[in-house]
C-alpha cells in the first residue's frame, strides 16, 4: 500500500472544487468553442450517416475551435470511426437492447474530456451538475466528506466539520481501500461518490487505511441532511477570536463580512484563521474573503495562462482586520482556495503566521460552464501563483511552523496545532 502511495502523481478529484463562478472572457471562449464542437458534431453525424468513410481535415477543425496552425501527423481526422463504433456496439454487444443512448453519448463527451489528461477537466450529467450545486450550496444528504484521487488511492480530502464523517472518525488522508465491501480501486470518482451517499438514516462501511497503521480499519459512516454554515466564530480566551472556514461555497462571502465585522467590534487582540480540512471553492470568494483581511489592490492570485501570459487578481477594498496579529491553520486537507488565501496573506502581510502541515497542493484553475440538457462541464484555464510567484501545484504550500496532529492527539481529542497558534499570538501580543 505504501509502495503504491509513493508510485504515481496526484489524479481526479471531483469534489476538490476550485474555479471561477463567473468570469465573461473565459466563458465566451467556452461557448465558441461548444457552437464549433457541436457544429462538426452535428456534421459527422450527418455525414457519417450517408457517408461512413468520410474525414475531415484536422487542420480545419484545430483553427476553427482551438486556432492551432499546426499540422498534425496524419492531416485527417475520420468521424466515420466513431459511428462505426457506435454501430459495432448497437449491432455486436451481447446486451445491446438494454443500451441506453444517451448514456452512451454521455460516456462519449466524458472520454473526450479525460483524454486531456487533466484529472481536474470532468463533464458533469444532469444528475451529477445537480449533485454538484447541492453541495456548493452546503446541503446535501451523504456523510460529509471531500474525496479526491491521489497517489491511484481514492482518498479523503476533508471531512467536513460537524458532519457523519467527521464525527465517525474519518480523518484527511485516509485511503478509502473498499465502500460496502467493494474495492474502490475498480471505481471511477464518479462511482465512489455515487456509493458513499445515499439517503438520511442508511449507512455506509468504509474500509480504510491510515498512515501510521499497520492494518485496514472498517469504519461505519450513517447518512444525514448535510447542512452546514461555512464560516463560524468562537471567541477564545484573551479575545482571540477563532474563525474556522469549512469551504468557499455560496454562503461564505457574506457570513464571513458579519462575522469579521463582529470580531473588529469586539476589539480581538488576535485571529486564528482555521482553513484545515478546506477543500476550495468559489475562487471569486477566496477573493472577497482576502479583501477583508488586506489594503485594497494587493495581488491575492496570478494566474498563468497556457502560453504563460499572466493575469493578477487583486483585493478589492473593505479591508477590516490587516492590522490584526494573525495566525493561519493549515493542514494537508487545505486545498485550493484556501490555499490561495493562506499564501495571499503570508506574502502580503508581515504580521500573518502558517501553523500546521504542509497543504495539499492544487495549483489550477477551473471555470464551470452550464450545457444544455443540464450538464455542466469544468475545464481547468488556468494554473495559479502566489503573490510572489510561487507554484504550489502538486508541492503545497509548507507552514511557517510544522506541527503534526498524531493519531494519539485525535484519540483524545487534542489538538497541538491550534495549541501552537494560540501560543503563537499570545507570544506575539505580548500576552502571559
Not at 51 to 59: F, R, Y
Not at 123 to 131: D, G, M, Q, R, S
Request: charged content about 25%.
Amino acid at each position: 500500500m505504501q509502495e503504491k502511495d509513493n508510485d504515481i502523481q496526484e489524479q481526479s478529484n471531483k469534489e476538490d472544487i476550485f474555479f471561477k463562478k463567473k468570469f465573461v472572457r473565459n466563458y465566451l471562449q467556452m461557448v465558441v468553442i461548444v457552437i464549433f464542437c457541436a457544429f462538426f458534431f452535428w456534421l459527422g453525424f450527418e455525414k457519417g450517416k450517408e457517408n461512413k468513410a468520410i474525414s475531415l481535415p484536422v487542420v480545419e477543425l484545430q483553427d476553427a475551435v482551438f486556432e492551432n496552425k499546426e499540422k498534425n501527423a496524419d492531416n485527417s481526422l475520420d468521424f466515420s470511426l466513431f459511428w462505426k463504433t457506435w454501430d459495432l456496439v448497437k449491432s455486436k454487444y451481447v446486451d445491446a437492447d438494454k443500451l441506453d443512448a444517451n448514456t452512451l453519448f454521455y460516456g462519449a463527451i466524458k472520454g473526450m474530456l479525460q483524454a486531456t489528461g487533466d484529472p481536474y477537466t470532468t463533464f458533469f450529467t444532469a444528475e451529477e451538475n445537480k449533485k454538484f450545486n447541492e453541495d456548493m450550496s452546503g446541503n446535501f444528504e451523504g456523510i460529509g466528506a471531500e474525496l479526491g484521487v491521489k497517489n491511484e488511492i481514492l482518498t479523503v480530502i476533508a471531512p467536513l466539520q460537524g458532519t457523519p464523517a467527521e464525527k465517525a472518525g474519518l480523518r484527511s488522508g485516509d485511503k478509502i481501500v473498499k465502500i460496502n465491501g467493494k474495492m474502490a480501486a475498480d471505481m471511477t470518482i464518479e462511482e465512489a461518490v455515487d456509493n458513499i451517499r445515499g439517503p438520511k438514516g442508511t449507512s455506509v462501511v468504509l474500509t480504510i487505511f491510515r498512515n501510521g497503521d499497520q492494518d485496514t480499519q472498517d469504519i461505519t459512516v450513517v447518512r444525514e441532511v448535510i447542512n452546514i454554515k461555512s464560516v463560524t466564530l468562537e471567541l477564545k480566551e484573551n479575545n482571540i477570536a477563532y474563525i474556522s472556514i469549512t469551504r468557499f461555497g455560496d454562503d461564505t462571502g457574506s457570513l464571513f463580512s458579519s462575522i469579521i465585522k463582529t470580531v473588529k467590534n469586539s476589539n480581538a487582540n488576535g485571529i486564528i484563521l482555521d482553513l484545515r480540512n478546506n477543500p476550495g471553492g468559489y475562487l471569486e470568494t477566496s477573493i472577497d474573503v482576502a479583501s477583508k483581511l488586506l489594503p485594497k489592490d494587493k495581488i491575492v492570485v496570478i494566474e498563468e495562462n497556457g502560453d504563460k501570459s499572466q493575469e493578477k487578481m487583486y483585493t478589492h477594498g473593505g479591508d477590516v482586520a490587516s492590522e490584526i496579529e494573525t495566525v493561519v491553520l493549515i493542514n494537508e486537507g487545505s486545498a485550493s482556495a484556501s490555499e490561495i488565501l493562506a499564501g495571499a496573506l503570508r506574502d502580503n502581510r508581515s504580521n500573518v503566521t502558517l501553523v500546521g502541515e504542509k497543504s495539499f497542493g492544487k495549483g489550477s484553475v477551473q471555470e464551470f460552464v452550464e450545457l444544455p440538457q443540464g450538464t455542466a462541464a469544468k475545464i481547468t484555464v488556468a494554473r495559479w501563483l502566489t503573490p510572489n510567484g510561487v507554484q504550489i501545484n502538486e508541492q503545497g504550500i509548507k507552514p511557517d511552523q510544522e506541527v503534526d496532529l498524531t493519531n494519539d492527539d485525535y484519540n483524545n481529542n487534542k489538538d497541538p496545532q491550534l495549541d501552537t497558534a494560540i501560543k503563537t499570538l499570545k507570544d506575539k501580543l505580548g500576552i502571559k
